[in-house]
């Protein structure tokens, strides 16, 4: 993450606990063990990636149209 400065700041929302081993492949979103809005869809991956605003992306199921 880099900060720009032509935009306004704010302050980012922090997912509690520890990151997942990366070297382990896990089913489903691997935001899963952390995520405060999971569902019984989380556990079988992600939705496509899609543009929600200039440069930003998401790819959640909560998030999907």
Same mark, same amino acid.
């Given at each position: 993450? @880099?900060?720009?400065? +032509?935009? &306004?700041?704010?302050? *980012? ?7 997942? +081993?990366?070297?382990?492949? *896990?089913?489903?979103?691997?935001? *899963?063990?952390?995520?405060? &809005?999971?569902? +019984?869809?989380? @556990? ?7 543009? @929600? ?13």
């Amino acid at each position: 993450c @880099v900060p720009r400065l +032509d935009e &306004e700041r704010r302050n *980012l929302t922090t997912i509690e606990g520890q990151p997942p +081993d990366l070297s382990a492949e *896990l089913p489903g979103c691997r935001f *899963l063990p952390r995520c405060q &809005e999971k569902f +019984d869809g989380c @556990v079988h991956g992600y939705p496509e990636e899609r543009e @929600v605003g200039p440069r930003h992306y998401v790819s959640c199921w909560r998030e999907s149209p």
